[in-house]
């Protein structure tokens, strides 16, 4: 259990929320490095808690079992156990298998055997709407046993321990949105910006260790960084290494959000940084400062002759952020840099990227999520 010692928000002026949080690990002896992650274990809603055990008609002290604990009560199941938030296909199928015949069993039946209708009904819904839909009734250990357990959420370290001894900090997007009128937030970063209170709240907390996304042993190397949003995170812990290890290789990063105004995350570092020469290059992409979207890739492409000049010299490229669709983009300039400024044929460039630069010489290193 670790105390979150500060909190603030990195994004002001802007529709998302993007939060710092700072976790003291001092005297757990929790240990990382750059590039490890945080694991947390969240909690659900109290407020959503208590909704869904009055809709049930439940009472909160009932005790139950789960595959975890022999005994427990409904209250602490529902509080930090199983996922209410968010709805899947075994609740909605055992809803249906308790409804009366007629249309509503029927259509939600069809829905229930096409993959892609399932996926969107259940996108908006969460347990409270589909019992509000479809009231049914169901007992307490019933109810249990078609929830899914709540699983960790890992988040990047955004600091060194060289610079921040005995404690953890951390870059986190807040998921928010509303649907039926009513705002929701993702379980994690719902608990972290609603119940997160400075000095006081103790979270349960574990080291996730990298072995792949770690920095070159050989100091003189350069780094080229790749983290647009919350990927700027474990780059904030590179530099802040590779300032307290005096380490000579070049380091340059590659930013990208939607408006520098309001979104240019850990600014004034960077800028401290670029005066003090402990960052070499900093290239930014903000996508909504202009009409046409400018994303990270497109930086990427158009500094491309001097982005081989650095890997044919040895250097490690390392990107963090979007799996879906940021990373394959990158993947796919690099691809194109390889081309063009290697002078290869498309194989020879994709072969370089896939094979020589990712998987003989672990110079290419992902992070994404
Ligand atoms: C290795 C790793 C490192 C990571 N590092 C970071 C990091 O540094 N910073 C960071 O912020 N995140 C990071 N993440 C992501 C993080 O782990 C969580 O996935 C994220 O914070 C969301 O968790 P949550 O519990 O708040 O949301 P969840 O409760 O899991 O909800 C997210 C889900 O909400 C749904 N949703 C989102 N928007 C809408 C909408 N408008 N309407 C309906 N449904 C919607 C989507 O289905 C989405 O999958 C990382 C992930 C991994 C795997
Ligand atoms: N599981 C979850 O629910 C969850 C929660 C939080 C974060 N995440 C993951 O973390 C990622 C980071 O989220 P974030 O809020 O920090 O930032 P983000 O959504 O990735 O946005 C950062 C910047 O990247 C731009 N971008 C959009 N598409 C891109 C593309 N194909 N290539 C390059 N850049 C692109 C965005 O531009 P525009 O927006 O202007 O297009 C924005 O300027 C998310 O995309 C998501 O994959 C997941």
């Known amino acids: 259990m670790a105390t979150v010692v500060d909190a603030y928000c990195i994004s002001e002026g802007s529709n998302k929320e993007t939060n710092h949080y700072i976790v003291s690990i001092r005297g757990s002896g929790l240990r990382y490095k750059p590039g490890d992650s945080l694991g947390f274990y969240p909690t659900n809603n109290p407020e959503l808690v208590k909704e869904t055990i009055r809709k049930l008609g439940f009472n909160k002290k009932t005790i139950i079992k789960t595959k975890d604990v022999a005994e427990t009560t409904l209250e602490e199941a529902l509080l930090h156990r199983f996922t209410i938030h968010r709805s899947g296909k075994k609740f909605l199928a055992a809803v249906v298998a308790k409804m009366g015949n007629g249309k509503e069993k029927k259509n939600l039946t069809e829905i229930l055997d096409d993959r892609e209708k399932v996926d969107k009904y259940l996108f908006t819904r969460d347990c409270i709407d589909i019992l509000n839909e479809n009231p049914v009734h169901f007992k307490p250990q019933e109810f249990i046993d078609i929830l899914s357990p709540i699983t960790p959420r890992l988040y990047s370290i955004s600091s060194s321990p060289k610079a921040h001894p005995g404690e953890v900090h ?3 997007a807040i998921v928010k949105y509303n649907n039926f009128d009513r705002d929701r937030f993702g379980l994690a970063t719902g608990h972290l910006a609603n119940m997160v209170k400075v000095n006081k709240t103790k979270i349960p907390i574990y080291i996730q260790p990298t072995k792949e996304f770690i920095i070159p042993k050989d100091t003189s190397k350069d780094i080229i960084m790749v983290g647009p949003g919350t990927g700027i995170a474990p780059f904030r812990a590179f530099i802040e290494h590779r300032k307290s290890t005096a380490s000579s290789g070049r380091n340059w990063l590659f930013f990208g959000e939607v408006h520098e105004e309001s979104t240019f995350f850990y600014k004034e570092e960077w800028t ?3 005066k003090n020469g402990h960052l070499d290059k900093l290239t930014t992409a903000f996508s909504r400062d202009q009409e046409n979207k400018i994303y990270v890739q497109h930086r990427l492409l158009s500094n ?4 081989w000049k650095w890997l ?3 250097a490690y490229f390392y990107v963090c952020g979007d799996k879906q669709y940021m990373a394959k983009d ?5 691809i194109e840099i ?3 400024h290697g002078k290869m044929k498309k194989k020879d460039a ?4 896939n094979q020589t630069l990712m998987k003989d010489e672990h110079r290419y290193l992902r992070d994404v999520y």
């Open 170 to 172: 951390l870059t986190i």
């Open 272 to 274: 401290d940084y670029m």
């Open 304 to 307: 491309g002759k001097e982005i």
């Open 312 to 314: 044919s010299n040895g």
């Open 330 to 334: 990158v993947h796919s300039a690099l």
């Open 338 to 340: 390889a081309k063009e």
């Open 350 to 353: 994709e072969n370089y990227i």
